[in-house]
């Protein structure tokens, strides 16, 4: 059975590999299914792709360019948390609404191998993520907090579409999602004990600091000033005993 006949071929390429891939459960796909799915002929594949390897590379551009804009179609709002959650729940809806689609993003992991699409995600969740550390609103370092919330919110997103539609609760994302970023924010818990407050206050404004710093590209310091005092910040702000 191929797709909508209605589409341009270009685009029943993409949608059928796209559709092959995600269901083919780590199974090689092979040019002919990809082509009897689109309703074309296998030269007119290698016309627009050179090859079915170009097809998977197409497939992947195209939904990460698409993620990108559903990351980014939001103003700043002022308040990195805040708008980290808004990306978090972009994620979450992309998946949703494009399920075949986002596990050729993110779903097809094979060991040792790290997608370069998980890296590139997790650079724009680091972009946001700076700003809350220049703010002084992190606990541990960008990078760090990117790839735990990047972790969960893929985790989620797989959990929820393997879930008939009608069983779905999308309030395991938002609990999820607050209790993450909770997890790397700096602002205490209402009525925790203060007893480690000057430690990680310390740790705190070593982060933000260094977020700062790395942003503004200061010249008030020489390169190998700058090398030294940054690598002082992320020596205080990873030290266990702050």
């Given amino acids: 059975m191929s797709l909508d006949g209605q589409l341009p071929p270009k685009m ?87 399920p075949e689609l986002y596990l050729v993003m993110f779903g097809n992991i094979r060991p040792e191998s790290r997608p370069a699409i998980v890296a590139d995600a997790e650079a724009l969740m680091e972009e946001m993520l700076n700003k809350a550390a220049a703010a002084g609103q992190l606990n541990v370092q960008p990078r760090e907090a990117a790839r735990s919330i990047l972790a969960a919110n893929v985790g989620v997103t797989l ?24 997890a790397v924010s700096a602002e205490p818990a209402s009525g925790a004990a203060t007893g480690g407050a000057g430690k990680s206050s310390v740790v705190v404004a070593a982060i933000a600091l260094n977020a700062a710093l790395q942003a503004s590209h200061s ?22 005993a702050g």
């Fill in 159 to 182: 959990m929820l579409i393997a879930e008939p539609a009608s069983e779905r609760n999308l309030e395991l994302s938002t609990m999820t999602r607050d209790a993450m970023i909770f």
């Fill in 219 to 240: 010249d008030q310091l020489s390169s190998s000033e700058l090398k030294l005092f940054l690598e002082w910040l992320h020596r205080i702000s990873t030290s266990p």
């Fill in 12 to 98: 029943r390429l993409l949608r059928a590999a796209a559709e092959l891939l995600a269901n083919s459960g780590g199974a090689p796909v092979s040019t002919r299914q990809i082509t009897q799915l689109a309703g074309v002929t296998a030269p007119t594949l290698y016309h627009h792709f050179g090859d079915k390897e170009g097809l998977f590379d197409a497939v992947v551009a195209a939904g990460f360019e698409e993620y990108v804009a559903g990351e980014r179609d939001f103003a700043p709002s002022g308040q990195p948390l805040e708008d980290v959650r808004r990306m978090w729940d972009n994620h979450v809806q992309f998946g949703l609404n494009q």
